[in-house]
């Protein structure tokens, strides 16, 4: 997974978090990662930039997304009071939205007029690529061959959103396949083009600026739970894939006394070597791709290793660089849920409270929910909703084994032969 004429890889002296992260990129690429470092920082120290992006979030994206008190899960675990950050309510269905339009404000200030981004479960490139649709650019997305062809629900929006569509063959056809794909567009085409990355990962100042913007949704959480609790909760928990969701919150209570959990994929469990768990499990090690440097799940050779989510969008090889340094100074704790644990999870969250989380958040309240019990009533927690379910429905009705789904699956398909 090597990018673009690695061996002239330079590294930077910023973007360091105790070690972690930097931005290893080519030569050719750093008068454009200067641009963006240039332009991000301008704007963050410009109060009418924040403004902009929050009327934008409220006005396009439904923000302040509730803090939804959920009542009969509390009841159920009899333990602390459980509050819901409903950023499924987001316009395309997860936090992704406050990344990408905070990204395009940027590239509209840089006078770009064409965006490009890797995915792999799809909901990267749809938020994207709708993004791109709202602000005129012309969008191109690169994604494996092997999750085009699982993705095809996404891939059909992309494509109705005006969004070239590349499948990628390289490789093992899959998402970090697709990420040296976009960077080999960007060197080609860096007097234009943005790359908007899609998590708090990949070389400075992406790791900053993707957890920069999603602290929206902490700002609000800490102000929300304020008012309706009159007190700060005693834990919060998220779910790790890149790490941006779960930074996002995090960021709001970092100077707290609040315990801020992170939860990874488990898999079918961290000694069976099928997980996404690079933060909890005994295999993942420290290593530099990807344009930074963090804990991978890789072999000895530091070749890119298989990974086992049933959340695609959890299945990702490294992790933010700000989340490892949290990891080693103790201020986030991280655990792992696995697929069965987070299938169960889900099932009760639908029926005791009308809400259906997406499969990666769901990985939150799994934790939340082993937890709850042994927590004081006395206390409350807040659980990030990263995206809603609806989504899932595929993967879930599978799960479930429900055999009328399946029946209306070979219906269509039968359908189509006709
Ligand atoms: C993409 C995605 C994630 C994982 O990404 P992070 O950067 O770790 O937040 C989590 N939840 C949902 C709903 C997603 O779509």
């Known amino acids: ?9 330079q590294m930077i002296d910023r973007g360091y978090y105790n070690g972690f992260g930097g931005a290893f990129i080519p030569e050719i690429l750093v008068a454009t990662f200067d641009e963006l470092e240039d332009i991000f920082q301008k704007a963050k120290n410009d109060p009418a930039f924040w403004q902009e992006y929050a009327a934008l979030m409220s006005n396009y994206s439904c923000r302040p997304t509730p803090l939804t008190f959920a009542e009969n899960l509390s009841r159920h675990f009899g333990g602390p009071r459980i509050y819901i950050k409903r950023e499924d309510l987001n316009h395309t269905g997860a936090h992704k939205a ?53 993705q095809r629900p996404n891939v059909f929006w992309m494509e109705r959103l005006g969004a070239e569509v590349v499948p990628v063959r390289e490789g093992s056809r899959i998402l970090k396949d697709a990420i040296n794909e976009a960077f080999r567009d960007w060197v080609a085409n860096m007097d234009n083009t943005h790359y908007v990355l899609g998590t708090a990962c990949g070389p400075h100042p992406f790791p900053e600026m993707v957890s920069y913007f999603q602290s929206i ?15 700060l909760p005693a834990r919060v ?3 790790v894939g890149g790490g941006s969701n779960a930074l996002g919150i995090f960021n709001g209570f970092m100077k707290d006394p609040v315990e801020l959990v992170g939860v990874e994929a488990g898999g079918r469990g961290l000694d069976t070597g099928q997980h996404a768990s690079r933060l909890c499990a005994k295999d ?3 290593g530099v791709a990807q344009g930074y440097k963090t804990y991978f799940l890789q072999n000895t050779d530091g070749q890119m290793r298989e990974t086992h989510s049933v959340a695609a969008g959890l299945d990702y090889v490294g992790v933010s660089p700000i989340l490892a340094q949290l990891k080693e100074s103790g201020r986030v704790r991280f655990e792992a849920a696995t697929d069965t644990e987070v299938v169960e999870a889900l099932s009760l969250t639908i029926r005791t409270e009308g809400v259906i989380p997406a499969l990666e958040s769901s990985h939150a309240f799994a934790q939340a929910f082993k937890e709850a019990p042994r927590l004081s009533s006395e206390d409350c927690i807040i659980i990030n909703q990263s995206g809603r379910g609806d989504k899932d429905i595929f993967t879930i009705a599978d799960a479930f084994g429900d055999p009328k789904w399946q029946e209306f699956i070979i219906g269509k398909a039968e359908k189509y032969h006709a």
């Open 1 to 9: 997974m090597a990018l673009p004429s690695e061996e002239k890889k």
């Open 284 to 286: 993942a090690s420290i």
């Open 98 to 150: 406050n990344n990408v339009m905070g990204q395009g404000l940027l590239v509209r200030r840089m006078g770009k007029t064409r965006v490009i981004a890797e995915t792999g479960a799809g909901q990267h490139g749809v938020a994207t690529a709708t993004m791109a649709a709202k602000f005129g650019f012309k969008c191109t997305i690169y994604m494996g061959e092997v999750d085009v062809e699982r």
């Open 237 to 239: 928990y998220a779910c």
């Open 217 to 231: 949704i902490g700002q609000e959480a800490r102000r929300q739970i304020l008012e309706q609790e009159h007190k």
